[in-house]
């Protein structure tokens, strides 16, 4: 299986803040990763695919870079609707695996 | 719209067999662009990938689940379904169907990112 591993677990921001997510694979992926954000007793949302692809509807804040095994979710100005646990997802085979998950706590 | 809704038993005994099926609406299970898939996620933990399947009955499965999982597609109803035998407590978790993009990777055509999950569904297992 593929490992994933994000960092941090745990994110304190404020609005306005630029904010980063990193996710690495245990073994190259290519370009096949996706970002999922995920409110409290909600299903998650598809935020990024193939990396840097955005979702139709997603806003424009959100973006996603990277290829192999290094891959970032970026938010350019944290909004208070963002405020979540994002979960990166490689998808290069047929097994699936997550990460563990980032918590965007408010600061 | 694309609706995808869980249903199933909330309590199952451990060592029994959890069932739950996926009504599919607003599109048509029998689509060549997906695959369908289940997904769980244990309360206050993260998520995890169970297995696929393609209209046509092709199914792959995560390795360590393989002996006890079965996902089946009934294109009749626009339904799939989960069978998870020999459950046990830490399995307690909320079940997820949803809907993936079909990719091709290197020839293989395969199930991709989920696009459209359902709501989800606690199961618990407890006797």
């Known amino acids: 299986d593929t490992q994933m591993t994000q960092s941090p677990s745990t994110l304190s921001a404020s609005v306005g803040d630029r904010v980063t997510i990193t996710c690495r694979a245990s073994q190259s992926i290519s370009s096949w990763l996706a970002w999922y954000q995920q409110k409290p007793g909600k299903a998650p949302k598809l935020l990024i695919y193939k990396a840097s692809s955005l979702e139709s509807g997603v806003p424009s804040r959100f973006s996603g870079s990277g290829f192999g095994t290094e891959f970032t979710l970026t938010i350019s100005s944290l909004q208070p609707d963002d405020f979540a646990t994002y979960y990166c997802?490689?998808?290069?085979?047929?097994?699936?695996?997550f990460g563990q998950g980032t918590k965007v706590e408010i600061k | 719209q694309l609706q995808l809704q869980e249903s199933g038993p909330g309590l199952v005994k451990p060592s029994e067999t959890l069932s739950l099926t996926c009504t599919v609406s607003g599109g048509s299970i029998s689509s060549s662009s997906y695959y369908w898939g289940w997904l769980r996620q244990p309360p206050g933990k993260g998520l995890e990938w169970i297995g696929n399947?393609?209209?046509?009955?092709?199914?792959y499965y995560k390795p360590s689940l393989q002996s006890r999982v079965t996902i089946s597609v009934d294109t009749s109803k626009n339904q799939f379904s989960l069978k998870l035998s020999s459950v046990t407590a830490a399995e307690t978790a909320v079940y997820y169907c949803?809907?993936?993009?079909?990719?091709?990777?290197?020839?293989?055509?395969?199930?991709?990112?989920?696009?459209?999950w359902g709501q989800g569904t606690l199961v618990t297992v407890s006797s």
């Open positions: 997802q490689q998808y290069n085979g047929y097994f699936q695996t």
């Open positions: 949803a809907r993936h993009t079909r990719i091709n990777i290197y020839g293989l055509l395969i199930a991709g990112n989920v696009d459209n």
């Open positions: 399947i393609y209209y046509s009955g092709s199914t």
